[in-house]
């Protein structure tokens, strides 16, 4: 799953794609928005919240519409386990209408690959390097700021925002929740979750309102998110971290990490830990996501050189601990209570996530 530092990149990205330009055309594929349209707007912000994308649009500029609600408008939108948004420059998409299979690369599954396969395969993918131009069969669309535009520093940079894409190998068109075309280009939600249109006015009551404070964000207050971890001490650590109602941002990655790096027993209840280790543990994960929110490729034990490992402990279960030696345990933690929306249906929520953690270092109490 994405954690919240994957989050910010994808906003930065969309942020220097869509800000202050206007909406020529949209796309949703969803149900519930079938018939919407944004067309006209411009795109006021691009703001994370937690795991959440906001998309601010203006008001509708067309005074018939008014009738109808053309207050601001949210694109929400949940990258939940593998969704993504990318970039596509338009001016080589002549065929908007033709959602071909979207191209994926070597640069584009390194974020992935840390999430889903462990950091070696990151090291190697993310190594590759640029996109092929273009191959028998690919998708009309072209990854914004390649090789005709003439491989600028910025080039380089967008490339390399684009790692922290969270993309699953072999996503196709029909993965294709949302479509937002400007002018210059096309920004295209592949598997997002939740998407949905609600008044900006309204983000908070039904969007993001529940959500602890954003480790990420402007509003992050460490006190509040002890407050909230406190009010439920019967809860196991590991379970409580990754409940958005109590601090927003932190996945499975960060969990484990965390976990380790502070020894804490990932079954402990908050309130079994010992003295001042609930505050360590949320000012670490803080500290992390911050380190890592510009990177291009994650690690928690500090710039990961090639070859080096980029975690301490996430997916390297039956590993030896990095600390003691001791073979690094496989274990499974209920997320069942935890739900990144205050309306589980309208969301898939996996229950059993897989964690490492240490059997000597780690231990209970
Ligand atoms: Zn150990």
Redesign the pocket.
């Known amino acids: 799953m994405p954690e919240g530092d994957s989050v910010y990149r994808q906003c930065k990205m969309l942020r220097e794609a869509l800000e202050g330009a206007v909406i020529e055309s949209s796309d949703f594929r969803v149900p519930a928005l079938a018939t919407s349209d944004v067309s006209g707007r411009t795109v006021v912000a691009v703001v994370p919240r937690g795991k959440h994308i906001l998309i601010r649009l203006s008001a509708a500029p067309n005074t018939e519409e008014m009738k109808s609600g053309a207050e601001p408008l949210t694109l929400h939108s949940h990258l939940m386990m593998d969704g993504t948004w990318r970039v596509f420059d338009r001016a080589h998409n002549d065929d908007a209408g033709h959602l071909g299979e979207p191209r994926t690369s070597g640069a584009d599954a390194g974020r992935s690959g840390a999430d889903a396969r462990g950091p070696g395969r990151a090291t190697s993918s993310s190594g590759r390097g640029g996109l092929q131009r273009s191959r028998p069969g690919a998708s009309p669309y072209r990854p914004r700021g390649q090789a005709r535009r003439g491989g600028s520093v910025r080039s380089a940079a967008e490339s390399r925002t684009r790692i922290s894409a969270d993309v699953s190998v072999g996503q196709g068109s029909h993965t294709i929740r949302a479509i937002l075309r400007t002018k210059d280009v096309e920004a295209v939600g592949f598997d997002v979750k939740d998407v949905r249109l609600v008044p900006t006015r309204l983000e908070d009551q039904e969007l993001v309102g529940y959500l602890g404070p954003d480790i990420l964000g402007p509003d992050w207050g460490l006190e509040k998110a002890l407050e909230r971890l406190n009010a439920q001490p019967d809860r196991a650590i590991g379970t409580a971290l990754m409940d958005q109602r109590n601090l927003a941002g932190i996945g499975n990655v960060y969990r484990v990490e965390v976990l380790f790096m502070t020894r804490t027993n990932p079954w402990a209840r908050v309130d079994s830990l010992p003295e001042g280790r609930l505050r360590e543990i949320v000012v670490l994960a803080h500290k992390l996501l911050h380190l890592n929110k510009d990177r291009s490729m994650r690690s928690t034990v500090g710039q990961a050189p090639q070859g080096r490992p980029l975690f301490w402990a996430y997916g390297r279960d039956g590993q030896p ?1 990095r ?2 030696g ?1 073979q690094l345990k496989r274990g499974e933690i209920d997320d069942a209570l935890l739900t990144v929306d205050p309306a589980p249906s309208r969301t898939a929520v996996q229950h059993l996530r897989t964690i490492a953690w ?1 059997p ?2 780690q231990v209970a109490g």
């Open positions: 601990c600390r003691c001791v240490c000597r270092c």
